[in-house]
């Protein structure tokens, strides 16, 4: 079934400031809560329960807008869709029977198969419709990379103007990228909660609407799909580990809301998978609140990691964030970039997968907590793989043959 060719019940109810619980109606443009914070969108939970089955949702398309009835948008003709698949799940078997675990025990949710080849394309399909429905026609955000890639392309397909700042370090690839798919890109002498400074300051003037992390309501909702698909993937049952690469923490927030709703309408029960949020050691802040025991993180200073992705000094969610790890049970952990780089490497050549830096950084993860018993190797850890390696600069290959020299074959032997 095409998920743009009919219509499905809705049933979200409100929003929620996520700090205060403070009401805002549906069917209105929103940025931040009255008190600075993420709004998350509330449901009928017990009429979509009762209106969807587990069953239904097998005749429908893999990607993520099979789950309609999770998602804020109430009219089809508002979905923007891409080929959206269902996110492969790929075992590292040697590697995990090496680490003393079974062929199971860790599994790549490989997430560079979406469109843009990330899955900033979950929530900014997500933003990008809700933008649609609610009117807007130009939308801003500051960027690392990934995410304005994917803002690009769904709203260039939607047909809204897009401006985008990018530190001036990203990769060239992902400026060309953004630029090639319609957007007006900047390079900015800073990082990004610079650029999102530029965002949030050229609201008025530029009449743009702010569509940074979590300073709109709806990519959460996009990223929630992550926690739903990984849920009906597995067969209603969830891992006892997760490892998600934490900047802006996202993902990590809108998972957590996912299992919430499922054992909500009685999809799953109570047990809830311990949440890792994983970050570079050049750029920690969840670890150092985590650590501190703090309900909050403050700035990190002069953050650096090559894994620009988790290149996130100051996140607005980061009490969700350290929330949903504290009440999963789970903990926060910094790797660095040299145990990132070679964990890639090795993910490469032992198991064939090319992980993006930021998902070869829940590899690394993995590897200490094993090694600290924070996890065991009898348990099963999904860990998230959020882009594909092929967007990142790669080490650089010397190895030269010369035909017209005598060759010795020999040698290859
Ligand atoms: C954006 C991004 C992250 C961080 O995701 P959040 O949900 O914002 O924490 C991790 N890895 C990659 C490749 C990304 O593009």
């Known amino acids: 079934m095409r998920p743009t060719s009919r219509e499905y019940p809705t049933f979200v109810t409100h929003l929620e400031c996520s700090l205060t619980g403070e009401r805002y109606e549906a069917g209105q443009v929103h940025g931040l809560s009255k008190a600075g914070r993420p709004l998350l969108v509330r449901y009928d939970l017990d009429a979509l329960g009762s209106q969807l089955q587990k069953e239904d949702l097998a005749p429908r398309d893999g990607g993520f807008w099979r789950y309609r009835e999770f998602l804020p948008v109430t009219q089809s003709q508002n979905v923007v869709a891409l080929g ?12 995990g029977e090496a680490l003393g675990g079974h062929a199971d025990s860790v599994i790549v949710k490989d997430e560079g198969r979406l469109p843009t080849g990330s899955f900033k394309a979950r929530g900014l399909a997500l933003a990008v419709a809700m933008a649609k429905e609610l009117g807007l026609s130009h939308l801003a955000m500051p960027t690392n990379g990934n995410a304005g890639a994917a803002m690009a392309a769904y709203a260039s397909r939607a047909g809204l103007r897009t401006t985008i700042f990018c530190p001036e370090d990203t990769p060239e690839v992902n400026v060309s990228e953004i630029a ?4 007006e890109v900047y390079r900015v002498n800073g990082l990004i909660n610079d650029c999102g400074k530029l965002v949030g300051d050229g609201k008025e003037a530029a009449g743009w609407f702010d569509v940074s992390t979590l300073k709109e309501p709806y990519r959460i909702e996009g ?27 996202t993902g990590l927030i809108g998972m957590w809301k996912a299992f919430e709703e499922l054992e909500a309408i009685g999809w799953i029960g109570a047990k809830r998978p311990r949440m890792v949020a994983v970050q570079a050691e050049g750029c920690a802040p969840i ?70 830096p930021e998902g070869a950084a829940t590899f690394a993860a993995y590897e200490q907590a094993l090694a600290t018993g924070q996890v ?17 600069p790669m080490p650089p290959v010397h190895r030269t043959l010369d035909r017209h020299q005598p060759i010795d074959y020999a040698a290859f032997a």
């Not at 959206?84 to 590697?95: A, D, G, N, Q, R």
């Open 84 to 95: 959206e698949v269902m996110t492969p799940l790929v075992p590292l078997s040697k590697m």
């Open 376 to 392: 065991s190797p009898s348990e099963r850890a999904v860990l998230f793989n959020c882009a594909t390696g092929l967007k990142y």
């Open 180 to 183: 090639l798919q319609g957007a």
């Open 287 to 356: 670890v150092k609140a985590f650590e501190d025991g703090e309900e909050h993180a403050p700035l990190w200073e002069n953050a650096h990691t090559a894994a620009a992705g988790i290149r996130v000094p100051v996140a607005v969610g980061d009490f969700l964030i350290l929330r949903a790890v504290r009440d999963s049970g789970g903990f926060a952990i910094a790797v660095s970039d040299e145990a990132i780089f070679n964990a890639q490497a090795r993910v490469a050549q032992e198991e064939g997968l090319l992980l993006c």
């Open 223 to 249: 990223k929630k799909t992550m926690g739903l698909e990984l849920a009906e993937q597995l067969g209603w049952a969830l891992p006892d580990v997760i490892f998600y690469p934490t900047g802006g923490g």
